[in-house]
């Protein structure tokens, strides 16, 4: 089983999660988020540190990452989860849960709702991206596989302009760009 760095409360916290919902729904969607856009991300080794150290045994560099990391997996969770359309396996195959007295979104709404937490997870993985740049001597694992760039000492919202379509942000400043390995 995947080591999960987010609690169902916590993703709460960010996402309005039905009360009743069980863990079997959602947890296959945070392991899911992790492996396919935070491993991505930051890259398998630094990926696989933190799943080792996570909760107990955090260094103090790993520990401050965290609050940029959970906002991440939660939105990312949260839109997986909504385009699954809440579908689960069962030994009799998929299946979705319903109610006898309550209606499905329309796709148009869906879609509406999916690109919202796209968008939200995708302004937090710059913020993350820009924490590990600024920060590359306590993450030797990121600096590693992002390559060894420094970003230049402004940041604002023009350099979140400046990011490319697949929502990686290149250093500002230095003529070079961030491997994406997606």
Known sequence: METLLITIEELRT??????NLESTYITPRIAEAQIQFVEGMIGPDFYNEL??????????ANLAFLPYLKPIIAFRTYQLYLLSDGMFNTPMGLRTYGEDNSTPISQERRNSLVSKYRG??????????????????DYPLYSTYCG???????????????????????????????????
Request: hydrophobic share 30%; aromatic share 10%; no cysteine.
């Open 14 to 19: 960010y996402v309005d999660l039905p009360g």
């Open 51 to 60: 799943t080792a150290q996570y909760p107990d045994g955090l260094s103090y």
């Open 120 to 137: 939200l997870a995708e302004a937090k993985e710059k913020t993350a991206h820009y924490f590990l740049s600024n920060n590359l001597d």
């Open 148 to 182: 060894d760039v420094k970003p230049s000492k402004s940041f604002g919202i023009s350099a979140i302009k400046r990011g490319n379509r697949r929502g990686s942000l290149p250093p500002l400043g230095t003529g070079k760009t961030w491997r994406d390995p997606r």
